[in-house]
């Protein structure tokens, strides 16, 4: 039986086959770098000094460490936040370019058209009681006829 | 830039084909590749890491681990990812082999799983 049909014969599992696959293959990738390999118990004395064998878990962490780390993720957490923002006003901008507007235009408030013909006609305050189509807003010059009417003491409010 | 390759320090983090086509069956980033990659050669030796033979297990999240091999050449250390699995699967694995298929393995993964011989084996 050659070696491919034993370990055929042997590794019925697909979790075996590709744990084997991995071993096999790490082992030729080493081979091709001409590195050697460290065995637990073998590893130079800087990576076995406490301080490197630590995982970065919080657990295990000083208050001092933690603030340290609670600074540097405040830190991080706002400048992602300015490029978020920056990124949102790039692409308002350009949604905003695409419809024809600046996005200063959009945000601007609402220009009031406060030309004489959109205002509204002032109803009337004061009528001719000689001439009831004659009549007068109260606002601007006085007609002549309420001039003559106020001075004849004879104006209808 | 990518943790993997060309960085300028001298401990480096490699992967295997096998490990990299793990990383895409389940689906991690390459944000959190990178992240593995740093923590790794950061602290390749974890007194958390479980030792099988030459073959180390690490935690990477929760429940998820890698495994690896530490080595070095002329120039620099490596970090070799070998493999991404479920947390145990690989330690089960490895266990198996080592326990009933050990001769069905070609040299190089049989010398990688057997590790340094004890003393009393030698």
Do not use: C
């Not at chain 1, 058209?113 to 606002?139: C, E, I």
């Not at chain 2, 050990?102 to 030698?122: C, F, N, S």
């Amino acid at each position: 039986m050659n070696s491919s049909n034993k370990q055929s014969a042997v590794l019925t599992k697909a979790a075996d086959q590709k744990m084997a696959a991995r071993l096999q293959q790490a082992g030729e990738v080493l081979s091709f770098l001409g590195a050697r390999v460290i065995a637990p118990g073998d590893e130079p004395e800087w990576m076995t000094s406490s301080e490197r064998t630590r995982l970065p878990k919080m657990q295990t962490m000083s208050l001092q460490e933690l603030e340290k780390l609670q600074r540097e993720v405040r830190k991080t957490m706002v400048e992602l936040e300015q490029r978020n923002r920056k990124e949102a006003l790039a692409a308002a901008q350009k949604a905003a370019a695409e419809h024809g507007f600046s996005l200063e235009e959009i945000l601007a408030p609402e220009v009031k058209d406060t030309s004489r013909a959109s205002r509204a006609k002032p109803s009337p305050k004061y009528r001719n009681p000689d001439n009831p189509s004659q009549t007068w807003s109260g606002r601007g010059r006085q007609p002549a006829w309420f001039e003559k009417a106020t001075k004849n003491q004879k104006t209808e409010q | 830039m990518s943790e993997f390759e060309g960085n300028p320090v001298k401990v480096v983090a490699q992967r295997t084909e096998v490990a990299d086509r793990n990383f895409s069956d389940w689906r991690v980033s390459a944000e959190r590749q990178d992240a593995i990659a740093r923590q790794l050669k950061e602290v390749p030796r974890s007194v958390d890491d479980i030792e099988d033979g030459n073959v180390r297990l690490r935690e990477v999240e929760d429940g998820f681990e890698v495994a690896f091999v530490l080595a070095v050449t002329d120039e620099k250390f490596i970090v070799l990812i070998i493999g991404y699995d479920r947390k145990g699967e690989m330690e089960a694995s490895m266990s198996y082999l080592k326990r009933a298929a050990m001769d069905a393995l070609p040299p190089p993964a049989k010398t990688l799983l057997e590790g340094r011989k004890r003393k009393d084996e030698l």
